[in-house]
């Protein structure tokens, strides 16, 4: 077996979890398997390396940026190999150059392109255990660039797909992907599998274990993910394609608190009204999320629209620039506001799923502000402080404690 | 003109020194030059690189290790670019990669083959300041290699002479070459010039200011070097060839406290008995120095040499372990001893001078241990203690404080 296996930033944060990860990456090995490496930088680095970088600069070129920040990257896989031929295992480190890892030229943010394989193959040939830098790549003018949030993840699912690798293991400090929040709901249950569809709407509605781009590749090229913990031997959570996953009516339940409500009052009743809000907002490079368009009093409408708080200030902004062109609506907006989504690949087939999800809301008392829905999840904006009690709920309605 | 200037890891230890760095070079590009940047990792940085790895691994592979130290240059030249583009002149900073700088494939102690110049002249045709990271290159693995002692040095004057540079500078925290060390010495003097030959002698006695190899590559090159100061805007030393530089009897006076003298007394006294010592030696991977050999009583031999002072123990066991086969000698080591050496060009046709310099010792009453020449020096070899005293005497006595 080809197993590709990737560790976060904590767990290569000091020598013990360091050398932790040598042994269990050793253990594979010593079982017969081909061995990828894929490692962020230890623990804090790459928040350091900013620091330093914005004493000097408050605003660095991204180009530099990233020059900066793989060098974060480059002293891990280093060390790891270093302390897997402590441990008698031989190892090689390599960097997005040395494996080359083609990417768009966009620094900061960068999407992989192509990766060669050959180095790598020779290295596994030469039966060493293989690291390599993740997050980072080369662009076409030979420039060092970053993959943006999640990057390690991405990489890893890529080499996956590359090497054409039997598994790909995500490493993080959870044991797996649960129905709902532990911290929140008690009763959340870990899943021993999920659909890419499923976990995809998890990771975009907040659920944060896996960044949804990993996803979208591992989907795109039919990659075994499998989220497991650093920390303990427990099995994890396969995240494989729909046809080998029993379809759960609901498999789990997200909340997303980074969210503020903006509602225009009043807008003019005429066509391509809807549009002139959105093109103002696109062209601040604001994200909306949910929309909801509703006829107002007398000729008016009204339309609700999310994005994510930190985005709000902005938004405004850009609307109060526009109050001639929008008619003078009245703009209000509300961040005392969370989402609550289910997710579940049954739901397709299952048309009851939304209205049980509301029923079991007016059992609790729970005001529903917006309300999204695609084809297998069911979104709710409600009030922040009622985020805890609709999670319960629901978690509960839907029987997914068993 | 295109102007090479190299910083080392003092200068650009933190902030404030990268910006004065930062501000040093942008004053000769807005003269109007074309300007590459070489620089070393910050401050002890390349040491706690290296405490990490030991801490992992006592004995880590020198390939890792060269991965992981080549981390250190990446993070100044990055560093270094920002610091520029916030003063407002645009920057690029370049690893071993991006220049593509070739080295032999010994890791750890690579030495640079080839550079390719058209990445820093394309930066350098859309104006801007190229920063490149000294020390470090590729090998023909495509891995990471590191140059050893100095080698930021040799990779600036390397870059000068590929890119047929009209100078390059290499800025330390003394101000010149100076006739003597001005700590031991009170009346040395800055030279305004010396020769290739003549700062090679002093670089390998013990001068400290500029490491042997990068003189040696000007040298072939016929690439000027400047030695000047990071702290203030003196004029420094010219290194250049001989034609051009006023031939000066004696130019300069160094001392090397790390030396220990070992004899060996009594060796048969029969053809081949010196070979075989230093054939003992060179299989230990010591280097020997000076070497004198006398005849001993009684149809005997006496050898004596010097070594470097840590490399005492390994000298005694390898002569111990072979005791035989040089009929038992006696063995006698002393490391309270000192090398004083006078360099200078005008020796050549000078006979007299090494005469001067014993008459000298004599009038000051330091005894003379043992003696050994090149066209262009003198080294004795005295008691330590002796030290700043004989090079004093030797200063005062060749005129150098004019």
Redesign the interface.
């Known amino acids: 077996m080809l197993i590709v296996k990737k560790f976060g930033g904590t767990s290569v944060a000091d020598?013990e979890r360091?050398?932790n990860v040598a042994r269990r990456c050793i253990k594979d090995y010593q079982a017969g398997n081909d061995v990828v490496v894929v490692l962020s930088a230890m623990g804090k680095q790459t928040d350091v390396?900013i620091d330093?970088?914005k004493?000097?600069?408050p605003n660095?070129?991204k180009?530099?940026?990233d020059?900066?920040l793989?060098?974060g990257e480059?002293?891990s896989?280093?060390?790891m190999?270093?302390?897997m031929?402590?441990l008698g295992v031989p190892a090689?480190?390599l960097?997005a150059?040395?494996v080359a890892m083609h990417t768009t030229s966009v620094y900061g943010n960068a999407r992989l392109k192509r990766i060669d394989t050959e180095?790598i193959r020779n290295e596994l040939d030469l039966k060493k255990i293989v690291i390599v830098t993740g997050f980072q790549g080369v662009n076409k003018y030979?420039?060092l660039t970053t993959l943006g949030r999640g990057g390690s993840d991405t990489t890893a699912v890529a080499l996956a797909a590359a090497l054409h690798a039997d598994k790909c293991e995500i490493y993080t400090d959870v044991d797996g992907v649960y129905t709902a929040d532990p911290r929140i709901v008690k009763k959340a249950r870990k899943m021993k599998e999920i659909t890419y569809d499923e976990m995809l709407d998890l990771a975009t509605l907040g659920a944060g274990v896996l960044h949804n781009r990993s996803v979208e590749m591992a989907k795109k090229y039919n990659v075994e993910l499998v989220v497991r913990s650093s920390l303990n031997e427990s099995e994890g959570t396969v995240v494989k394609e729909e046809t080998k996953v029993e379809r759960m009516l609901v498999s789990g339940v997200a909340a997303d608190k980074n969210v503020t409500r903006i509602s225009l009052v009043g807008l003019k009743d005429k066509p391509g009204i809807a549009f002139r809000v959105f093109d103002i907002l696109a062209k601040a490079n604001i994200n909306v999320d949910m929309i909801l368009q509703s006829i107002g009093r007398s000729g008016s409408k009204d339309i609700s629209f999310t994005i994510p708080r930190d985005a709000c200030n902005d938004a405004l902004k850009a609307l109060e620039d526009n109050m001639e062109r929008l008619g003078n609506p009245e703009i209000s907006h509300n961040d005392k506001v969370a989402k609550v989504s289910i997710v579940g690949a049954g739901m397709m087939s299952n048309p009851g799923v939304a209205a049980r999800m509301f029923e079991c809301f007016y059992n609790s008392n729970i005001n529903i502000n917006m309300i999204s829905t695609s084809e297998i999840r069911v979104t709710v904006l409600i009030d922040e402080k009622e985020t805890e009690k609709a999670m319960n709920a629901v978690h509960e309605a839907f029987g997914l404690e068993d």
């Open positions: 020598k360091i050398m390396l330093m970088a004493d000097i600069n660095p070129s180009r530099e940026l020059m900066l793989t060098t480059q002293t896989v280093a060390l190999a270093m302390a031929s402590m090689v480190s960097n150059f040395q180095r030979d420039d």
